[in-house]
């Protein structure tokens, strides 16, 4: 039985994370992008913190574990209590639908696996093994073209676009045309 090996990652990939997942704040030598992005960091965090700490001061004062308030705004207890109570309440709502939908789609999933067909690995293999086949019969065998780092390959050595399904025909594995899988996919630009 024939492994299926993974591609090692493009250059062209590799240039895409780069340009697109990268961030000027790890890189060497740009200190204003650091510097701006620290402190639109740390006054956003504070921000968000600082309401957080004078609504705690409130109930901490008000049940007693505080000296003195930090004003005096007898309805914000109130305020929070009511937000606290809303904010749970909803989390609770939230976490009934998404278990409901969990369910409904694992479901729907089991019903749906069972009427498609299963993969047939028998099938796969022995396709992988014709395309292995075909292409050491033009390029070599595994290891010589793993070997080597650079290789020109002639125009009449390509692969035609229907060769693959012609060679899973006259070998008796059930394949898709081209056709039927470029319609399949609904892309009729092709």
Do not use: C
């Amino acid at each position: 039985m024939q492994e299926v090996s993974y591609k090692k990652i493009s250059e062209k990939q590799k240039k895409f994370e780069r340009a697109n997942v990268t961030d000027d704040y790890f890189d060497e030598g740009k200190l204003v992008p650091k510097i701006l992005q620290t402190l639109s960091t740390l006054l956003l965090n504070l921000s968000v913190l600082v309401p957080f700490v004078m609504t705690i001061w409130l109930v901490l004062y008000r049940w007693g574990w505080a000296s003195r308030p930090l004003w005096n705004y007898r309805e914000g207890y109130a305020y929070f209590t009511q937000g606290v109570s809303g904010f749970s309440l909803s989390a609770a709502v939230i976490a009934v639908i998404l278990l409901g939908l969990n369910i409904y789609n694992k479901i729907k999933g089991k019903r749906d696996l069972d009427k498609e067909s299963k993969i047939d690995y028998n099938r796969v293999n022995s396709k992988l093994e014709l395309v292995e086949e075909q292409v050491a019969s033009r390029f070599g065998r595994p290891e010589e073209r793993q070997a080597l780092k650079f290789v020109t390959i002639h125009e009449e050595d390509n692969i035609d676009q229907y060769e693959i399904e012609e060679l899973f025909n006259e070998n008796n594995v059930e394949s898709y045309s081209w056709d039927e899988k470029i319609e399949w996919a609904g892309a009729e630009d092709y």
